[in-house]
């Protein structure tokens, strides 16, 4: 078995009062959740929480269970989609809650990935940075179609308007793919804070410095800060050694 470092930080930023992100590292490596909630102040940070907490609990308790893979995670992700909709009907102020998500799980000697909403995973390899997940947004779709350029697309007003998100009822599957993960690679997990500010370039520039998940994890959130911190901002990465 490959040994795996990982580190996960989050920052409130220099905008936000209030830290909507959430995210869980498993202490041996099994799994990793990064979550960004919206919604209002309490809205946004109560659904990442249960979606995170919701997504361990389900993972830690059919880890070893006869479950796929992926039927494990597609369940895990639906679990927490369904808790966010009860606390929303338990907690009318919190009705327009909901949550991305996005999750890779080490399991039965392949990985596997799912995401919903635009927290993205990316994937450092032989010093090339790949965005391995496809944002759930109108402009990535509108983007995908070519009926805009991606200069167009970084400006857009509608960037941020989400096609699906946990807490939803009619989310009834997930997007899963096994992840292809290789001896020296190296996963970045993040909220959008980090994206909207940081360019996949200055992302790539960060990795490659050859620092340890720690430092590389710090000088991620201080250049999203420096490029104006207008979100929360969270990181979760992990090396393959």
């Given at each position: 078995?490959?040994?795996?470092?990982?580190?996960?930080?989050?920052?409130?930023?220099?905008?936000?009062?209030?830290?909507?992100?959430?995210?869980?590292?498993?202490?041996?490596?099994?799994?990793?959740?990064?979550?960004?909630?919206?919604?209002?102040?309490?809205?946004?940070?109560?659904?990442?929480?249960?979606?995170?907490?919701?997504?361990?609990?389900?993972?830690?308790?059919?880890?070893?269970?006869?479950?796929?893979?992926?039927?494990?995670?597609?369940?895990?992700?639906?679990?927490?989609?369904?808790?966010?909709?009860?606390?929303?009907?338990?907690?009318?102020?919190?009705?327009?809650?909901?949550?991305?998500?996005?999750?890779?799980?080490?399991r039965e000697n392949q990985p596997w990935r799912a995401h919903v909403g635009d927290s993205r995973l990316y994937r450092l390899r032989?010093?090339?940075?790949?965005?391995?997940?496809?944002?759930?947004?109108?402009?990535?779709?509108?983007?995908?179609?070519?009926?805009?350029?991606?200069?167009?697309?970084?400006?857009?007003?509608?960037?941020?308007?989400?096609?699906?998100?946990?807490?939803?009822?009619?989310?009834?599957?997930?997007?899963?793919?096994?992840?292809e993960v290789n001896s020296g690679d190296m996963l970045l997990l993040c909220s959008d804070g980090l994206t909207e500010e940081v360019?996949?370039?200055?992302?790539?520039?960060?990795?490659?410095?050859?620092?340890?998940?720690?430092?590389?994890?710090?000088?991620?959130?201080?250049?999203?800060?420096?490029?104006?911190?207008?979100?929360?901002?969270?990181?979760?990465?992990?090396?393959?050694?």
């Amino acid at each position: 078995m490959m040994n795996r470092r990982f580190t996960g930080l989050t920052d409130t930023g220099l905008v936000r009062s209030v830290n909507q992100d959430n995210f869980y590292t498993d202490p041996e490596g099994r799994f990793f959740i990064v979550a960004d909630g919206m919604g209002g102040h309490a809205g946004g940070e109560e659904a990442s929480k249960i979606a995170t907490k919701r997504i361990q609990a389900y993972l830690e308790k059919y880890w070893d269970s006869q479950k796929s893979s992926d039927s494990l995670l597609e369940a895990a992700l639906l679990e927490a989609n369904q808790g966010i909709i009860e606390d929303q009907e338990s907690h009318p102020e919190r009705a327009e809650m909901g949550t991305t998500v996005v999750v890779v799980i080490f399991r039965e000697n392949q990985p596997w990935r799912a995401h919903v909403g635009d927290s993205r995973l990316y994937r450092l390899r032989n010093d090339q940075l790949e965005q391995v997940t496809e944002d759930h947004t109108w402009v990535a779709r509108a983007l995908k179609r070519g009926d805009m350029t991606p200069e167009e697309a970084k400006v857009n007003h509608y960037r941020h308007v989400l096609l699906q998100c946990l807490g939803r009822k009619e989310i009834n599957t997930v997007e899963i793919f096994p992840l292809e993960v290789n001896s020296g690679d190296m996963l970045l997990l993040c909220s959008d804070g980090l994206t909207e500010e940081v360019s996949d370039e200055l992302i790539q520039e960060l990795f490659e410095s050859k620092k340890s998940c720690e430092e590389i994890g710090t000088h991620l959130i201080e250049a999203a800060k420096e490029g104006g911190g207008s979100d929360n901002i969270t990181v979760v990465i992990v090396a393959q050694d």
